[in-house]
């Protein structure tokens, strides 16, 4: 069974940093490419990130280009978000999903979440 | 950046009527659209793919429909357990971009 267990969020003061993490299991991780969608508190559906299986394409929102980096380890089938330079409109619960394969940039399975405060 | 606008905002339908929901792309996305159903306190979920292919699981009064910018998802013989927000996506071009959601209440 495909399991995918964010983790890493909690409150952060703006201008703070935080490292997200995703834990996944049940289906070969080297294989998928990974995304991270959020979603601010009330609010719909904000794509963030997305990696390649072989992390050598890379994209970002504008709203986080040279604020966020997306990583990942296959060995550890694990990804990361690497947030810097925080903003209050970055609070938000943050998800890992999976894209889905053949066609790929959907998301067929996306973690429970974890939420992060920006505030002084 | 395309931006996808949905309508309505909130749908209210009782039990075994037909739902329909709009996506409108704000320029052509071809079929390349999906739609996520994510229920209260849930995570999302995906419904349809590609605008009109069923994901895994997902039951047949499950309906998505169109291509270039307009796009609908049909729910039949609803249930109160469809209640939700639904949010299209397209995937044609960076960045990837989600609708603001059609709330839709059973009652």
């Known amino acids: 069974e495909v399991h995918l267990v964010d983790s890493g969020g909690g409150l952060v003061q703006p201008g703070g940093s935080l490292r997200l993490s995703c834990a996944a299991s049940g289906f070969t991780f080297s294989t998928y490419e990974m995304t991270w969608v959020r979603q601010a508190p009330g609010k719909g559906l904000e794509w963030v990130a997305y990696?390649?299986?072989?992390?050598?394409?890379?994209k970002y929102a504008d709203s986080v280009q040279g604020r966020f980096t997306i990583s990942r380890d296959n060995a550890k089938n694990s990804l990361f978000l690497q947030m810097n330079s925080l903003r209050a409109d970055d609070t938000a619960v943050y998800y890992c999903?999976?894209?889905?394969?053949?066609?790929?940039?959907?998301?067929?399975?996306w973690g429970q979440g974890t939420l992060v405060t920006v505030s002084a | 950046e395309i931006v996808l606008t949905q309508s309505p905002a909130t749908l209210s339908l009782s039990p075994g009527a037909r739902a329909t929901l709009s996506c409108r792309a704000s320029?052509?996305?071809?079929?390349?659209l999906a739609w996520y159903q994510q229920k209260p306190g849930q995570v999302p979920s995906l419904l349809i793919y590609?605008?009109?292919n069923r994901a895994t699981g997902i039951p047949d009064r499950f309906r998505g429909s169109g291509s270039g910018t307009d796009f609908t998802l049909t729910i039949t013989s609803l249930e109160p357990e469809d209640s939700a927000i639904y949010y299209c996506q397209h995937r044609a071009s960076w960045p990837i971009t989600f609708g603001q959601g059609t709330r839709l209440e059973i009652k």
């Open positions: 590609e605008a009109s």
């Open positions: 320029q052509s996305v071809s079929s390349r």
């Open positions: 990696i390649d299986s072989g992390a050598t394409t890379i």
């Open positions: 999903a999976r894209d889905h394969i053949a066609p790929g940039l959907y998301f067929d399975y």
